[in-house]
């Protein structure tokens, strides 16, 4: 999930039956009739149809890639894994295309005097809100996943039936508006293929009949620019010509030129296809796949089957992603929206996009896939949902109220982050530390703009009152501790080795006291004291050693090695505290202590 622009990867032209079938049909068939745009107010509700199915065809992308194994432990050799990362870097490079789209389409609404729009509904969407043939949901990669992202890219007149259960068969599209129709409504479409080109008819005939001057009417500067996101196509629309660039750009990439598919969305999709499919007949055991289902964390209002996430810490992570989700739109919509914002002030909304993408989403995204959804569906995972909570535009029509509600949410998206953290695993809570960092980089980063408009950030004036991140971290460090250390004085008493692995835990906890700095205090944490808590307790083992609870001599050999192994980390840790020799002497005792134990 990138935003800047990089060289697309040329994947080789699809070899497999699908491939087969599919070149000897595709392109083959005249485009479908296009449907009527007589009125601008119709070309605006069509582009705004475009910019949801950008949306929406974007998120189901990034589930799927985000619902792919990452790692040689998750039961894939070498070259799977190898393969899988091809994939994902695919599916995410094609999803930010779609993003590529989207901007490309708000700029044609920019030029022709419309308001931006990224309202959309939340999947999967609902019945007739979009013509039969279209439907978004989210799906894990897969087979039914693969088959449905090639039935919505495929080209004009290529017959394909797409996923079972989630596709109608292709029909021919029938115009639904009349050329006396002031009103606009839901036309019918075949293919976005068909929507687009519709769209390309409509601004060449409202171009004839306004006059190109009296068609593209909006502001030049309320369109994103490749100087502000990296993308080299994201032209500026200021006539039919520009406009015909950008419809070009989105089908080239989406759907390919005519008969010439293999390089654009579409063949990218039937080649992974191909591949996954000859993968399996090689090895019927591969599951490139984390057992991913979509959940989500709120009732779907217009479908109760959609399965709900029961455990805690992931519904807060998806929460959080969400919140993180619907903050990016409201940048984009400031964006495009903007009033008195000067270039820098623009570069800086888009600076915050990027690294709420890359910083905040594809980490949670990517962690979300790892945790349980609840008891209700034993061992699933669940995935990103991209809920949004309200039906809303995003307009903060005020430049100096939108950056300070801007800045506003994103420290209480930072807060809620930090919750999670304490009630979180140490794993988890270290997975979201980057998250937290980043939330803060970019509400510090339109803070830093105020003064430009004679503001102050309100939370620029807390800062000397309340707690800064750190302080909050070290705090929920220390309440974790110490319920550590309760652990270990509600144990019953035991024999030597007890006593002395007690005695050990307060020499470690001293140390962890006198630990001001934050890293070597969070490894005291992890690495030392909750493992000697959990041997006092005579729990199961859970350090980096991962060494499940044994009986006789095997639990004897598992914890001498295990001893060892936090011996050579405290001994890592004293260089840090050479200049503190009351810190020094404290680690010095607890790494005594270790070795003799081991």
């Known amino acids: 999930m990138t935003m800047s622009r990089a060289t697309r990867p040329s994947p080789p032209t699809g070899q497999g039956r699908l491939a087969e079938v599919l070149a000897s049909r595709g392109g083959k068939a005249a485009p479908e009739a296009p449907f009527v745009i007589e009125h601008r107010e119709a070309l605006i509700y069509m582009l705004c149809e475009a910019a949801e199915l950008e949306h929406g065809i974007m998120c189901q992308y990034l589930f799927a890639a985000f619902s792919l194994k990452q790692r040689e432990d998750e039961g894939l050799t070498r070259g799977e894994l190898a393969a899988v990362d091809r994939w994902r870097k695919a599916i995410s490079h094609v999803a930010t295309e779609e993003m590529l789209h989207l901007a490309l389409v708000h700029n044609l609404l920019s030029a022709i005097g419309a308001a931006p729009h990224f309202g959309r509904p939340n999947l999967p969407a609902p019945a007739h809100h979009y013509p039969a043939g279209v439907n978004l949901t989210l799906v894990p990669f897969g087979e039914q996943a693969l088959q449905h992202f090639i039935f919505l890219e495929r080209p004009e007149g290529m017959e394909y039936e797409g996923a079972e259960g989630l596709d109608m068969p292709a029909h021919e599209a029938v ?306 501790a110490g319920a550590l250390a309760r652990t270990v004085a509600s144990a019953d008493g035991g024999g030597t080795s007890t006593k002395r692995l007690v005695s050990l835990f307060s020499a470690a906890h001293a140390a962890f006291d006198q630990a001001g700095n934050r890293e070597p205090a969070k490894r005291l944490l992890e690495s030392v004291l909750r493992p000697l808590a959990e041997a006092v307790a005579g729990k199961r083992l859970r350090a980096r050693t991962n060494i499940a609870a044994q009986g006789g001599a095997d639990n004897a050999a598992a914890l001498d090695g295990l001893l060892w192994a936090l011996a050579q980390d405290a001994t890592r840790l004293l260089g840090r505290w050479r200049g503190d020799p009351q810190r020094r002497t404290l680690l010095m005792e607890a790494t005594a202590a270790l070795q003799d134990l081991s």
């Not at 629309?237 to 080239?252: F, G, K, N, P, R």
């Not at 455990?311 to 903007?338: K, W």
């Not at 569906?377 to 300070?404: I, K, V």
Request: proline content about 5%; charged content about 25%.
């Open 175 to 480: 115009p639904l508006m009349a050329e006396r129709d002031i009103v606009p409504q839901p036309q019918d479409f075949a293919t976005v293929g068909h929507l687009y080109r519709s769209i390309e008819q409509g601004l060449a005939h409202l171009s004839e009949k306004f006059g190109e001057q009296n068609l593209f009417v909006g502001p030049q500067r309320a369109q994103a620019i490749p100087e502000n996101f990296g993308w080299d196509e994201l032209v500026t629309v200021t006539d039919l010509a520009s406009a015909q660039q950008a419809i070009d750009t989105i089908l080239e990439q989406g759907e390919g030129a005519r008969g010439r598919w293999q390089h654009a969305h579409f063949g990218q999709f039937v080649q992974i296809l191909d591949e996954y499919r000859a993968m399996v007949a090689a090895n019927p055991n591969f599951d490139p796949v984390r057992p991913v289902m979509f959940a989500t964390v709120r009732r779907c209002e217009h479908d109760d089957t959609v399965p709900r996430i029961g455990e805690r810490v992931t519904s807060r992570c998806g929460d959080l992603f969400n919140v993180s989700y619907e903050l990016l739109l409201q940048i984009f919509e400031r964006y495009f929206a903007h009033t008195e914002e000067t270039d820098a002030q623009l570069g800086t909304l888009a600076d915050a996009t990027i690294a709420l993408m890359l910083r905040v989403l594809k980490p949670l995204g990517n962690l979300i896939t790892t945790l349980p959804v609840g008891p209700e569906y034993p061992g699933m995972n669940a995935g990103p949902s991209f809920e949004l909570f309200y039906e809303n535009d995003y307009l903060m029509p005020h430049r100096d109220a939108a950056w300070a509600l801007l800045e506003e949410r994103l420290r209480e998206a930072a807060n809620f982050c930090g919750l999670i953290q304490e009630i979180a695993s140490e794993q988890v809570a270290g997975e979201l530390a980057s998250v937290h960092k980043a939330l803060g980089d970019v509400a510090d980063s339109l803070a830093g703009r105020f003064a430009e408009w004679g503001a102050t950030s309100r939370f620029a004036r807390d800062a000397e009152q309340e707690p800064s991140s750190d302080g909050r971290a070290a705090k929920a460090l220390a309440r974790r």
